[in-house]
């Protein structure tokens, strides 16, 4: 049987500045024949030297090596890793974001359950609850992001979880962590939210109430723009052995080398933050006076309905930020975003590459309709020197300019 890599270290980093822990929180290098980065163990089989041994390596299912599915050295390495960052105790890590979202759904709520999603949540996870959950006999519901502590009135008995994201997607409005948690720990429910948007370094979803806090590790953890993973992070050892349970019964498992690659990015997660967020201040603060610009939707803006919780809870903020720009056809969207010499059109973000997509059309709302005035436009700044992606923009505006005869 082969050893969990790391606690002892693990336990020390606890008490150290981020990004100390995002330096050094993993691997074990006493366990790796004194290398530095966790080696790529691929396994499925794990292989024992006497029947005893055999007959009780599922004892090892929570933190040991025993099948590839349930994890390898290289695996733990990086859940050891994120969980030291999150501040929990411990990681389960899955393929992609979307399916840690879906499995931490699935472990928590079963027929008859009731969730509370909120309304500006991701997606795909929006179409995960409308289309899947529901098949299963989960009722699913959505509340405003902005109703704090009166999301206590929506509650009903059978109300077993409530899913957050913020900023919400697209839409960037902030939820009152605290606030929402606390009404839902006095009625015994479980609380999940998706950080993606400020990684555990900006803000700390497990020191605000919450006990699961997920991550599309694809985003920033990563880095790179080359890699899917998710992770699930949770203070709870119930939680996490519930979560890992599930995940073994759906089959899900994390690939070793996309682990490894990750762990790889986690690195410089600190240092790359650092500058997506200067970069994405300095575009904003050159698109506020911008005459196409209406609104600029980062929560990390004076200017912001966000800002007041930002400020209170959170340590920064990331890359990724709204515009909405006055109304445009189809024929000025591609003067517009099909020219640009440096942002480029894709989905996802968090990578080194800055990224400009349009946000429309809208997605549905509930409680909250997203601006329908204007475009709304969706740009991740990058790693690159401001002053050339200020540039590209200009560029990109004159050119809308002139599709506009102006
Ligand atoms: C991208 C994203 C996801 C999904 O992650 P994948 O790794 O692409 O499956 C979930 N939540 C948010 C907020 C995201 O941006």
């Not at 336990?11 to 290098?29: C, E, F, N, Q, W």
């Not at 000025?332 to 480029?344: I, Y």
Request: charged residues 20%; hydrophobic residues 40%.
């Amino acid at each position: 049987m082969t050893q969990r890599p790391s606690p002892s270290t693990g336990d020390a980093l606890l008490a150290m500045r981020d990004a100390t822990r995002v330096a050094h929180a993993g691997p074990a290098p006493r366990l790796q024949g004194g290398a530095l980065n966790p080696p790529v163990h691929r396994a499925s089989t794990i292989v024992y030297d006497s029947v005893e041994k055999y007959m009780a390596r599922h004892q090892g299912l929570y933190d040991e090596v025993i099948y590839g599915l349930y994890g390898t050295q290289t695996t733990y390495a990086l859940s050891n890793a994120i969980a030291t960052i999150e501040g929990g105790q411990h990681c389960v890590l899955t393929p992609s974001g979307t399916s840690a979202i879906t499995l931490a759904l699935s472990a928590v709520l079963g027929a008859g359950d009731h969730v509370l999603a909120v309304d500006s949540v991701y997606g795909p996870t929006r179409r995960f609850l409308d289309e899947v959950l529901t098949r299963f006999g989960v009722a699913v519901d959505y509340f405003d992001p902005l109703a704090g502590a009166a999301i206590a009135d929506q509650f009903r008995d059978n109300t077993r979880a409530v899913y957050m994201e913020a900023p919400g997607s697209q839409t960037f409005e902030m939820i009152d962590v605290p606030a929402v948690t606390a009404a839902a720990c006095r009625h015994g429910i479980v609380t999940l939210l998706d950080n993606t948007w400020a990684t555990p370094l900006y803000f700390r979803p497990l020191a605000h109430g919450v006990d699961i806090s997920i991550a599309s590790a694809t985003k920033y953890l990563s880095g790179h723009s080359d890699v899917m993973l998710g992770a699930l992070s949770t203070a709870s050892d119930a939680l996490y052995e519930t979560l890992k349970d599930v995940a073994a019964r759906f089959g899900i498992c994390a690939a070793p080398d996309d682990c490894y690659l990750v762990h790889r990015g986690l690195r410089t997660l600190d240092v790359r933050l650092e500058r997506h967020q200067r970069n994405a201040r300095a575009l904003i603060g050159w698109l506020e006076n911008r005459a196409e610009v209406r609104r600029i939707l980062y929560p990390g803006l004076e200017s912001d309905p966000g800002y007041a919780i930002w400020q209170r809870d959170y340590l920064g903020a990331s890359g990724l930020f709204g515009v909405l720009l006055d109304p445009m056809d189809m024929r000025e969207a591609s003067a517009f975003f099909d020219h640009f010499d440096l942002f480029r059109m894709g989905s996802s973000w968090g990578g080194y590459e800055s990224l400009i997509v349009p946000a429309w059309p809208a997605p549905i709302r509930r409680h909250r309709p997203p601006p329908s005035e204007g475009a709304l436009i969706r740009i991740h700044a990058g790693l690159e020197d401001p002053e050339d992606l200020i540039a590209d923009l200009e560029r990109g505006f004159a050119r809308l300019g002139r599709a506009r005869g102006q």
